[in-house]
């Protein structure tokens, strides 16, 4: 009995140690967000010009959105 806690203690310590760290995260969060910003006010800007009226969502929003989505891919295996 003693065998089988001590085994999943091992596991569950090595499954700790896989995950991503938090600087490494917000590092590339930053960089995508970084990037899509210009696009995203591309997007709008264009979006706004042909309904003539402004989105729902700004580009920020979009820009925003866009790094949530992205992010967590990166690191998924």
């Known amino acids: 009995m003693s065998d089988q806690s001590y085994i999943a203690h091992v596991q569950l310590r090595s499954a700790h140690h896989k995950r991503t ?3 490494e ?8 967000l970084i990037f899509a910003l210009p696009v995203q006010c591309l997007v709008w800007l264009a979006s706004a010009l042909r309904h003539m009226s402004l989105p729902a969502e700004g ?3 979009r820009a925003l959105r866009d790094a949530e989505e992205i992010t967590p891919s ?3 295996p």
């Open 21 to 23: 760290p938090k600087l």
């Open 25 to 32: 995260y917000a590092t590339y969060f930053a960089l995508i």
């Open 59 to 61: 580009p920020l929003a």
């Open 74 to 76: 990166i690191f998924r």
